[in-house]
């Protein structure tokens, strides 16, 4: 694994997440295409807390706490349980921004690190590579889910106009 192209991808992962959420109004932010899928305030804190209590966490411990348990988490739960769409919209950028830069200068400590460090999981063996590695599409995952809330709102926006000239989605 090439750790200075994972710091380096999650570096600009951040700045593209900033880009995804800049300029979007408080209404826009907090707008659900459907009651059952997320706002890009709710895609955006859940980002905040898996910085700060899902993967930095894991990844320490299967690299220093090898076998102890982890601590809980309850990501979809968190949505409602913690009023993610509730939140400020630049607050709530401004905490993953900064818990972004403290995994950065944690993860450039890791250089050195065993990447092929085992771990038992629920989800059967994973190595430390495997969770960093995760992390990195952690991230692209919800950015394609946020430019898919920017094209629904564009679509509900742009009503009763059509954007088929823009080509296949």
């Known amino acids: 694994m090439d750790h200075t192209h994972m710091v380096k991808l999650m570096t600009h992962n951040a700045n593209r997440i900033r880009a995804a959420v800049g300029g979007v109004s408080p209404e826009a932010a907090r707008w659900a295409p459907t009651p059952d899928s997320w706002s890009i305030l709710e895609v955006l804190n859940h980002l905040y807390d898996e910085e700060r209590e899902d993967f930095r966490v894991r990844l320490d411990y299967i690299l220093h706490h090898p076998g102890e348990p982890w601590p809980p988490i309850n990501p979809q739960g968190w949505v409602t349980e913690r009023g993610y769409?509730?939140?400020?919209?630049?607050?709530?950028?401004?905490?993953?921004l900064d818990e972004r830069q403290i995994s950065?200068?944690?993860?450039?400590?890791?250089?050195?690190?065993d990447w092929d460090t085992p771990c038992q999981t629920p989800f059967g063996t994973m190595q430390a590579g495997d969770m960093l590695a995760s992390w990195?599409?952690?991230?692209?995952l919800h950015l394609?889910?946020?430019?898919e809330l920017h094209r629904a709102l564009l679509v509900q926006s742009a009503q009763p106009y059509a954007m088929d000239s823009a080509g296949p989605w």
Do not use: P
């Not at 769409?85 to 993953?96: H, I, K, P, V």
């Not at 944690?106 to 250089?111: I, T």
């Open 85 to 96: 769409n509730q939140r400020d919209l630049a607050e709530s950028l401004r905490g993953f």
């Open 104 to 113: 950065l200068a944690w993860l450039e400590g890791l250089r050195q690190a």
């Open 136 to 140: 990195a599409a952690h991230d692209l």
């Open 144 to 147: 394609r889910q946020l430019v």
